[in-house]
């Protein structure tokens, strides 16, 4: 072993050796790797498993599979422990909050300004009084109920505009409690699951022609993949409205969720001096405007646009994985009755005003 020595310089101090307490650059981002690796690893793998059972099943989206999966893997025990092993956690959380993140960012290359304007005027009234109502209506529903927390918010965001995606989006500006957000996430996966086999049974009794089908798909469910599942079912011009509808809710998200982070930035304003202030329009949505912007130049193919759609299910089937195994399914089902009748409640709300706007708007 090789000891360096230690002298005294001319002033009697000791000197230091110049690699003492300096860690190597690549000691430094190794050591995030090592800690963050079994988790992302273990995503990697729930996502794998995820895309396999939409392969197998189609109406299953990958989304859908993740959170199922996750939920799973976070509650089956062996004696007293967890199955799924605590060093996954570091990571887990990673992929929770930053890849859940980087998925709203390209949720933006699904949008282009001419698909927004080429639904018209009424539509585009009738997508914003959907998302307005559906936005106040819930949080009103879940305070009435006494949800905790942001439990309301959430649930408004994801029942309002697109899902597990937008509830991500609104936890990236308030920063929620975990089972918050998992129990928004959730709630808006079993509804538009349940949409996929409820609203096709309703299309010719509530007197709807194929394209008022599609609109009133695009208009009252959550995620995109359920809208294409249930549009489909009246057809490619029913289909083409649904999508288009649908993405004018999507396109209400970074407006929103920047309304909520000013409105609780000049709330933080008005703390103590010396506290952090939160960041008024966070990154990730200006990241999701851009895409926005960049979809809509025309310059990118078809091809890359849905490479990057497959990239963003896949990225957040990931996080919903991570946010799935955060569920305690026994204090869920203990404190959880009333969250549900909220978000059945919600859902019945967005189908029956997007019902009413769509037969006033044809």
């Known amino acids: 072993m090789t000891i360096t020595p230690v002298r005294p310089d001319r002033r009697g101090s000791v000197q230091t050796p110049p690699s003492a307490g300096l860690a190597r650059p690549s000691a430094r981002l190794g050591a995030p790797l090592r800690r963050n690796a079994p988790g992302l690893v273990v995503a990697a793998a729930a996502t794998g498993m995820a895309a396999v059972v939409n392969h197998l099943a189609p109406s299953v989206s990958p989304m859908t599979a993740a959170v199922a999966l996750g939920v799973l893997a976070g509650n089956l025990r062996r004696g007293d422990a967890r199955l799924l092993p605590a060093a996954t956690r570091p990571g887990l959380g990673v992929t929770a909050k930053r890849v859940m993140r980087l998925a709203v960012v390209l949720l933006g290359l699904k949008l282009a300004l001419s698909d927004i304007l080429a639904l018209g005027w009424p539509s585009l009234v009738l997508v914003c009084l959907v998302v307005a109502a559906t936005f106040f209506g819930a949080q009103w529903l879940g305070r009435k109920a006494g949800l905790p927390g942001d439990q309301p918010l959430l649930i408004a965001t994801g029942f309002s505009i697109c899902g597990a995606s937008a509830v991500a989006a609104m936890n990236g500006v308030t920063e929620s409690e975990e089972q918050d957000t998992v129990t928004a996430v959730a709630l808006v996966t079993l509804c538009g699951t349940l949409a996929i086999g409820v609203l096709p049974l309703l299309h010719h009794p509530l007197g709807l022609t194929d394209l008022q089908f599609g609109r009133w798909t695009g208009a009252s469910v959550h995620d995109v993949g359920q809208v294409v599942a249930i549009g489909q079912t009246a057809g490619a011009g029913a289909l083409g409205q649904a999508v288009v509808v649908k993405l004018m809710r999507v396109a209400l998200l970074a407006p929103l969720v920047t309304g909520v982070a000013l409105m609780r930035s000049r709330r933080a304003g008005g703390r103590a001096a010396g506290q952090n202030r939160p960041a008024p329009i966070p990154l990730f949505l200006v990241g999701f405007l851009a895409c926005v912007a960049l ?68």
């Open 295 to 362: 979809r809509s130049t025309g310059v990118l193919s078809a091809g890359f646009v849905n490479t990057a759609g497959t990239v963003d299910e896949l990225l957040t089937a990931a996080a919903l994985f991570a946010l799935g195994s955060t569920v305690d399914v026994r204090n869920l089902l203990r404190t959880g009755r009333k969250a549900l009748l909220v978000g059945l409640a919600s859902w019945v709300l967005i189908a029956a005003v997007s019902y009413v706007g769509v037969l006033l708007t044809s």
